[in-house]
Every structure is written in structure tokens, then in C-alpha cells.
């Protein structure tokens, strides 16, 4: 099993030199003050704790297992006793002149690596426990950042650090999803090809045959044009949302009801819209669709048309059966039988939209299902 990327693991690295850097500084702060001190064989003995839990640090978070909240914790426990110790190994007065022994500048290490752990929050947080520890090694709050800036530096450091894991970790999260996306979408086209060149024409074949030849065999036609579908809208593009994902293509969705039997004509650039009345303008025209195959007889070939108008977008459905005999509608309607009026006539509607039928005997049925590219508030006719 591949091992999991850490997207921070550059921040990890770079930390590290930095620890280096403060245990330099550490190491030329004790040499210089080892004199003043009332204990320095205390001071150097503690000093060799430092050096021995930098590079255990070091090793732990270069190799990756203590890039974990419990190794961060017990680097913050570990600053702040070294801080304190400072009351062992120092007098008062040197202590009120001095920074603390084992320096804040290796004091900050801790902040460092519990902002790369848990974000800014969380450094800002190990900042403000690295000062609470100076503070009461002191014996008081110092609150003129203008003549000690530690404490502005502590924060600064946790927030910038801490903004830069949480950056890096979304950055990378993003680009995984954008992979497996690319992938999931080739593989989709892969399959496409192959069951578009292979059964769906095969199953395209059949019915076409099947219906010429007549007789029992029309059945078994109608049972291949019905999988041929089915396959077809299985394997074509789903309605292709912008990037947001408040926007999906109408010619995308409608393109996948083509069929031998179903010819739709598309501009040649993605009509948008809305999602949401999208979605309701394609449930129209599949209502309208489904009606063909549903009344205007076995034979009967439908036709799509999707116009962009700029400030509208337009679906035509028509088909080439024998059309819809006047006064029908209004007695299915009576017969409490709603399809047109409720699936189509009400959703165009509810969108401010137009539904207009236009049909008569032996001339066929066509739907034109108009909608606005923003709703209007009053309805409209139908």
C-alpha cells in the first residue's frame, strides 16, 4: 500500500533547519552567559537535554511519526521546564535582565510545529504558552510590545506557519480530487467508446431490423431499442456543471436521450443554466418524449431541437406521429389524467416560463418550452 503524502512535509523540513539555526544560537547564548550563571555545570547539563531532544525532534518529524499532536505536546511541556529552569541555574537579578536560558528563539520551535500540526489556531495558541511560561519566570506581564516584541513575534510566527500548513494541506487536497476526477471521467470516455462501438450499435441494429423484418420479431425490436436507450443514457455525459456547480449544460442532459428513434440537434456551444431550472426545462422535454413513445405509435421518430436566444433558452420536442385530435387534452384532463398539464404545462410555469403545443390530426405533435435565463415573478401562459 502506497504511504500517504504529507502536503506539509516541505514546512517539516524547513522547520528543521530553522531548529538547527536556534540550537546554534542556543549553544553561542550559553558559552557567552556560562560565566554569569550561578550553576553552570546545572546550565551545561541541561543544555545537553536541549541538544539531545532537538535532534530527537529533528529525527522524529523528518521521519514523519511524530508529526502528531501528542510528540507536539510533549515539545511544548519540554520548552517550558527548560524556560523555568532558568530559576535553577541563574539568579534573580539575572534573571530580570536576561532573556530566559535556553532562549526564546529555540522556545519557538514548539510554536512552529504545533502550527504545521493543527493551523494557526493551535500555534498561536503554543505562542501564547511559550510567553505564559517567560512571563511567570519573570514575575510579570510585560505589555510595551514597542521595548519587548517577543510575544507580537511568537503570535506572528504561529499564525503565518499555521496559515501555511492549512493552505498547503487544502492545495493538495483539492489536486487529489481533481485526479481521481480526470481519471474517473477518462475511464467513463474509455468505456463510452467501447460499448458505443460495440453494443449500442449492435442493439441499434437489431431494433432497426427488427422493425423492417415485422411480424414476431417487432417484439424483440422494441425489447433492443429499450436497452439501446437505457445503455446509451447510461455511458453519455451527465449535465456538466460549471465550477462552481450552480450551472449545468441543457444540450448536455437532453443529448442523452438520443436514440435511433430520438434525433437531437444541439448549438455548437454548452447552453447554461441554472441547475435547478435546468433540471425542470429537461423533465418538460423527457415528459414530451415520453409521450411520443407513449401515444404516437410504435413507428413514430421524435426530434429535439435546444436554441440558445441569449436572454431565453428554447426546447423543441416533435415527432412524427398522428397528432393530438382537438378537445383530447381537455378530456383527459377531465378524466383526472394530468401528464401535459402538471409535467409539462405546470413546470414551465412554476419557471416563468412558456409552454406552446402546437398539433392536429395527421400532422404530428411538437412541444416549444421556452425559459427565461432569470425567472420572472408573475408565471406565465401556457
Request: aromatic letters at 4%; one cysteine or more; glycine letters at 8%.
Given at each position: 500500500m502506497p504511504q500517504r503524502v504529507d502536503p506539509a512535509a516541505p514546512l517539516w523540513r524547513a522547520a528543521q533547519v530553522f531548529r538547527l539555526l536556534s540550537c546554534?544560537?542556543?549553544?553561542?547564548?550559553?558559552?557567552a552567559v556560562n560565566g554569569d550563571l550561578d550553576r553552570p555545570a546545572v546550565a551545561w547539563t541541561l543544555f545537553a537535554v536541549l541538544m539531545a531532544w532537538s535532534f530527537a525532534c529533528a529525527f522524529a518529524y523528518l521521519q514523519g511519526f511524530g508529526r502528531r499532536i501528542g510528540w507536539v505536546a510533549a515539545e511544548i511541556a519540554v520548552v517550558v521546564v527548560l524556560m523555568l529552569s532558568t530559576a535553577l541555574v541563574a539568579d534573580d537579578q539575572w534573571v530580570a535582565d536576561n532573556q530566559s536560558w535556553p532562549t526564546t528563539l529555540w522556545a519557538t520551535n514548539a510554536v512552529i510545529s504545533a502550527a504545521i500540526v493543527r493551523g494557526p489556531?493551535?500555534?498561536?495558541a503554543a505562542g501564547l504558552v511559550v510567553m505564559a511560561a517567560y512571563a511567570l519566570l519573570k514575575g510579570h506581564v510585560s505589555i510595551n510590545v514597542f521595548r519587548n516584541a517577543t510575544i507580537v513575534i511568537e503570535l506572528a510566527v504561529g499564525l503565518v506557519v499555521g496559515m501555511a500548513a492549512q493552505t498547503a494541506r487544502r492545495a493538495h487536497a483539492d489536486l487529489e480530487r481533481a485526479t481521481r476526477l480526470a481519471a474517473a471521467l477518462d475511464e467513463r470516455e474509455r468505456l463510452s467508446r467501447h460499448v458505443h462501438d460495440g453494443a449500442i450499435q449492435v442493439l441499434a441494429l437489431v431494433a432497426r431490423r427488427g422493425r423492417e423484418i415485422g411480424g414476431p420479431t417487432t417484439q424483440l425490436a422494441e425489447l433492443a431499442?429499450?436497452?439501446?436507450?437505457?445503455?446509451?443514457?447510461?455511458?453519455s455525459d451527465a449535465d456538466t456543471p460549471d465550477a462552481a456547480g450552480t450551472h449545468a449544460d441543457v444540450g448536455a442532459m437532453l443529448r442523452r436521450r438520443a436514440s435511433d428513434r430520438v434525433s437531437v440537434s444541439l448549438p455548437p456551444e454548452p447552453v447554461l443554466l441554472d441547475a435547478d431550472i435546468a433540471a425542470e426545462l429537461c423533465a418538460a422535454a423527457v415528459n414530451a418524449l415520453d409521450n411520443v413513445a407513449t401515444h404516437a405509435g410504435p413507428d413514430a421518430r421524435a426530434y429535439v431541437l435546444v436554441e440558445d436566444l441569449g436572454d431565453a433558452v428554447t426546447v423543441s420536442v416533435r415527432d412524427d406521429g398522428p397528432g393530438i385530435a382537438p378537445g383530447r387534452l381537455a378530456e383527459a384532463a377531465a378524466e383526472g389524467r394530468m401528464?401535459?398539464?402538471?409535467?409539462i404545462v405546470g413546470r414551465m410555469n412554476s419557471l416563468g416560463g412558456v409552454a406552446e403545443l402546437h398539433t392536429g390530426p395527421d400532422c404530428g405533435t411538437e412541444w416549444e418550452l421556452t425559459v427565461p435565463r432569470r425567472p420572472r415573478q408573475n408565471g406565465a401562459r401556457g
Amino acid at each position: 500500500m502506497p504511504q500517504r503524502v504529507d502536503p506539509a512535509a516541505p514546512l517539516w523540513r524547513a522547520a528543521q533547519v530553522f531548529r538547527l539555526l536556534s540550537c546554534l544560537y542556543a549553544l553561542g547564548f550559553q558559552i557567552a552567559v556560562n560565566g554569569d550563571l550561578d550553576r553552570p555545570a546545572v546550565a551545561w547539563t541541561l543544555f545537553a537535554v536541549l541538544m539531545a531532544w532537538s535532534f530527537a525532534c529533528a529525527f522524529a518529524y523528518l521521519q514523519g511519526f511524530g508529526r502528531r499532536i501528542g510528540w507536539v505536546a510533549a515539545e511544548i511541556a519540554v520548552v517550558v521546564v527548560l524556560m523555568l529552569s532558568t530559576a535553577l541555574v541563574a539568579d534573580d537579578q539575572w534573571v530580570a535582565d536576561n532573556q530566559s536560558w535556553p532562549t526564546t528563539l529555540w522556545a519557538t520551535n514548539a510554536v512552529i510545529s504545533a502550527a504545521i500540526v493543527r493551523g494557526p489556531v493551535a500555534g498561536m495558541a503554543a505562542g501564547l504558552v511559550v510567553m505564559a511560561a517567560y512571563a511567570l519566570l519573570k514575575g510579570h506581564v510585560s505589555i510595551n510590545v514597542f521595548r519587548n516584541a517577543t510575544i507580537v513575534i511568537e503570535l506572528a510566527v504561529g499564525l503565518v506557519v499555521g496559515m501555511a500548513a492549512q493552505t498547503a494541506r487544502r492545495a493538495h487536497a483539492d489536486l487529489e480530487r481533481a485526479t481521481r476526477l480526470a481519471a474517473a471521467l477518462d475511464e467513463r470516455e474509455r468505456l463510452s467508446r467501447h460499448v458505443h462501438d460495440g453494443a449500442i450499435q449492435v442493439l441499434a441494429l437489431v431494433a432497426r431490423r427488427g422493425r423492417e423484418i415485422g411480424g414476431p420479431t417487432t417484439q424483440l425490436a422494441e425489447l433492443a431499442g429499450e436497452q439501446e436507450r437505457a445503455l446509451r443514457r447510461l455511458v453519455s455525459d451527465a449535465d456538466t456543471p460549471d465550477a462552481a456547480g450552480t450551472h449545468a449544460d441543457v444540450g448536455a442532459m437532453l443529448r442523452r436521450r438520443a436514440s435511433d428513434r430520438v434525433s437531437v440537434s444541439l448549438p455548437p456551444e454548452p447552453v447554461l443554466l441554472d441547475a435547478d431550472i435546468a433540471a425542470e426545462l429537461c423533465a418538460a422535454a423527457v415528459n414530451a418524449l415520453d409521450n411520443v413513445a407513449t401515444h404516437a405509435g410504435p413507428d413514430a421518430r421524435a426530434y429535439v431541437l435546444v436554441e440558445d436566444l441569449g436572454d431565453a433558452v428554447t426546447v423543441s420536442v416533435r415527432d412524427d406521429g398522428p397528432g393530438i385530435a382537438p378537445g383530447r387534452l381537455a378530456e383527459a384532463a377531465a378524466e383526472g389524467r394530468m401528464g401535459v398539464a402538471k409535467s409539462i404545462v405546470g413546470r414551465m410555469n412554476s419557471l416563468g416560463g412558456v409552454a406552446e403545443l402546437h398539433t392536429g390530426p395527421d400532422c404530428g405533435t411538437e412541444w416549444e418550452l421556452t425559459v427565461p435565463r432569470r425567472p420572472r415573478q408573475n408565471g406565465a401562459r401556457g
